[in-house]
């Protein structure tokens, strides 16, 4: 990976030779709470699919996840909610983490 003047890795040359399927974007509205992504949008329950589907078609390898930003700020948040119990929470339970995520890498957050 290069780097620019500001140390950021360009992600596009990064990510060459990696499926799609093997890759996810997550976008929320940074303008409200995290958890009311949830309840406007469901952001946080399409975050937890997405993660299931990727370690499913994938071998069940676990997905390193990259946030920028706010968005690490986002993802802890994120974390937190999918282990706790519903109806506020993603109900995944306590070991949902453990099972899914291999790492979680910080860009400028």
């Known amino acids: 990976c290069s780097e620019d003047a500001f140390g950021v890795a360009h992600l596009g040359n990064c990510i060459r030779g ?3 399927k093997s890759m ?3 976008a929320y509205d940074w303008r409200i709470s995290f958890q ?11 975050i937890k699919s997405n993660i299931e589907l990727l370690v499913a078609t994938n071998g069940g390898n676990k997905v390193v996840v990259i946030p920028h930003s ?19 929470g993603g109900g995944g339970g306590s070991d949902w983490c453990a099972k899914h995520i291999k790492a979680v890498m ?4």
């Open 18 to 20: 990696y499926e799609e």
């Open 70 to 88: 706010m968005g690490a700020l986002y993802f802890l948040h994120f974390m937190k909610w999918v282990e706790a119990p519903t109806p506020t």
């Open 106 to 109: 910080n860009i400028g957050g």
């Open 36 to 46: 009311n992504t949830e309840v406007r949008d469901k952001s946080l329950s399409r």
């Open 24 to 26: 996810y974007m997550a």
